[in-house]
DNA sequence: GCCCTAGACTTCGTATACAACGTGTATGGA
DNA sequence: TCCATACACGTTGTATACGAAGTCTAGGGC
């Protein structure tokens, strides 16, 4: 593993994750510092995180964190909508609605259900929904999708999964939309869908 | 400008529109004598494009142009119409569809059709779907969107529209959505944009 | 004629140095 | 007390140097 992996990660999994640096500069050198290596490979991290549009460098300032405005979060969601909905029509029509991973996966969300563990649980909630998207054959949508994803999480999305309760939540919606996919009713699976997408946000927007 | 942004408009304006280069490993070092710039922000426009996608940069080898697969091509265009048959549902629900902007756009391009002006042609080209997808007022979409055409766009879409014939048929094809768009007309014009997109892909497939 | 091997060469990956630029602050004056 | 100005500091942007690692080629063995 090179230096820049390591910087790429260890901003990606443990600053960006972090609400508590949402609006702040870092500056290169002080990475540099906390992973262990020379700018040289932070900047090339940094410039691949701005690439996908998870940081936005700022010239002479640093990188800054900017805070995703709720306009920002709405058009988010409503893309990953697009793809979720798109995903699940195709593999309805398809026959390859992966029924039996989803309903795995949700399995072992449940089973790790705890406030402690809010980085597992969103990170088996990113396989759930992965599992739908990757169904469809079309690697530039699971590329594209998981981007959005980085990004949602970003806006401060684990703090949100933190609570017993929205959990529990969560765990009903992806039950509703594996139910739906099982029974071949997309309708329901789309409205699913759409109720799930939308909860989230109006939380992450109330937060 | 920086030599990092000259390096990236060279790379993705110059390089990255050549068919010739599918398939070669470009040095660090060549690319900054061409730029007149060190190394240095060689890479990192590098890593930037390899971020988007457009590049792959193998160790001790140098950035490969991958050939794009027919396969990652019918994903490109699957992609694309999923996000321009949304924008243009949106826009007819929410009457925003930008008519008087398009049939300009439409009309630019018909007056520059030339074989000798391929760029040019691709440039309005653009324009006339991104009028569409922009107006949805969804930045990410936009984003998203953009990032997608260039992907195309270095698969060789260049040498494609060097012929009259695809130019004229091109600006058919545009006719029969802008009009759709106009009467209101959903239904036909998500098969004018699939028809348009479809004979994209074959042709650029078959090439 | 083919394959294997060794060595030179190329290329990247990283550290470091320095210059340019902008920011923030302290100081002096009104 | 407020404001303007100048200076020091911090930060980025770029060049350069060096080491590590892989690739390609020439040569020898089979």
Redesign the pocket.
């Known amino acids: 593993?090179?230096?820049?992996?390591?910087?790429y990660e260890y901003l990606k999994t443990t600053v960006l994750t972090d609400p508590g640096v949402q609006g702040e500069?870092?500056?290169?050198?002080?990475?540099?510092d906390s992973v262990?290596?020379?700018?040289?490979?932070?900047?090339?991290a940094?410039l691949m995180l701005a690439a996908e549009g998870l940081v936005q460098?700022?010239?002479?300032?640093?990188?800054y964190i900017a805070p995703l405005t709720s306009k920002e979060l709405r058009e988010l969601v409503e893309l990953r909508g697009v793809l979720e909905r798109f995903a699940a029509e195709k593999a309805l029509a398809d026959g390859t609605v992966p029924v039996a991973e989803m309903r795995a996966a949700l399995e072992a969300q449940a089973r790790l259900a705890s406030p402690e563990r809010a980085k597992d649980f969103i990170d088996l909630d990113a396989q759930f929904h992965s599992l739908l998207i990757a169904s469809t054959g079309n690697a530039m949508l699971i590329r594209t999708y998981t981007g959005l994803r980085d990004r949602q999480i970003r806006a401060g999305l684990v703090a949100l999964f933190s609570t017993p309760r929205r959990q529990a939540a969560v765990l009903r919606e992806h039950q509703a939309i594996v139910d739906a996919l099982a029974a071949g009713d997309l309708p329901a699976t789309l409205a699913a869908i759409d109720d799930h997408l939308g909860t989230t946000l109006n939380l992450q927007l109330t937060n």
């Open positions: 593993m090179t230096g820049r992996d390591k910087a500069f870092l500056s290169e050198q002080e990475i540099a262990g290596v020379s700018r040289t490979p932070v900047r090339e940094l460098l700022v010239p002479k300032r640093g990188a």
